[in-house]
């Protein structure tokens, strides 16, 4: 089956710096999603990508779909503490209701 | 916001029993799926259930689970005979039109000793 793996597995940044997360597969999405998990809650979406090339933000939050429909980054400005969490990319074949395949996930900590 | 919501938050079963997980999804959608999550790992799909049948299911979902939507509100998980490598978060989504997003609840943590 698709793998999406993520890198880092994890990371350990200031408060206050960008962070810059990717996600990368063995076979084509057409649409990318990026979710957050928080510890005893489930994922959350935090942006949706639909066509190869776009490029979407959401407040602080910015991703792309990459041009070779396999790979996908998330970018995070100015952290604050509230960002820590799982971070999982997320791919689906085509667009609706299809099944969500998840990547490895990349664990963020934020130093104050 | 409507929420989807999942009971029990914690399950503790023995090995070989029934379990069955319940969710109420977000009420007007029409696209039901289980995921589940072991323990420090990714989410991984288990099924999706539209119109009142399986529309497709993953090689983990095997004849011990079974999906139910008994009422049009309860969407239920059963694992007829648990085994330990059950034990997993438990997660229920729902969907409404196409391209809208999937909406998680916030997990049923299955522990099977």
């Known amino acids: 089956g698709q793998q999406l793996n993520q890198s880092p597995q994890s990371m350990f940044i200031q408060e206050g710096e960008d962070v810059s997360m990717n996600c990368t597969s063995s076979s084509i999405f057409n649409t990318w999603l990026w979710y957050k998990q928080e510890p005893g809650e489930g994922p959350v979406l935090l942006i949706a990508?639909?066509?190869?090339?776009e490029l979407t933000s959401n407040g602080r939050l910015t991703a792309q779909f990459g041009i070779t429909r396999k790979d996908s980054f998330l970018n995070i400005s100015a952290s604050i503490p509230s960002d820590v969490g799982i971070y999982f990319c997320?791919?689906?074949?085509?667009?609706?209701?299809?099944?969500?395949?998840f990547g490895t996930g990349t664990r963020l900590t934020i130093i104050p | 916001e409507p929420e989807v919501t999942q009971t029990p938050s914690h399950q503790v079963t023995q090995m070989g029993q029934e379990v069955i997980l319940h969710c109420v999804p977000i009420?007007?959608?029409?696209?039901f799926y289980w995921y589940r999550q072991i323990l420090g790992q990714k989410v991984e799909f288990l099924v999706s259930f539209y119109n009142n049948e399986i529309s497709e299911k993953s090689e983990i979902f095997d004849d011990q689970f079974s999906v139910e939507r008994p009422d049009g509100s309860n969407f239920t998980l059963k694992i007829r005979s648990t085994k330990l490598e059950d034990s997993a978060m438990y997660f229920c989504?729902?969907?409404?039109?196409?391209?809208?997003?999937?909406?998680f609840g916030n997990g049923t943590r299955l522990t099977v000793t």
């Open positions: 997320a791919g689906q074949l085509s667009f609706g209701n299809e099944k969500l395949t």
């Open positions: 990508l639909y066509k190869a090339g």
């Open positions: 989504a729902s969907q409404g039109q196409n391209n809208s997003p999937l909406h």
């Open positions: 009420s007007n959608h029409l696209y």
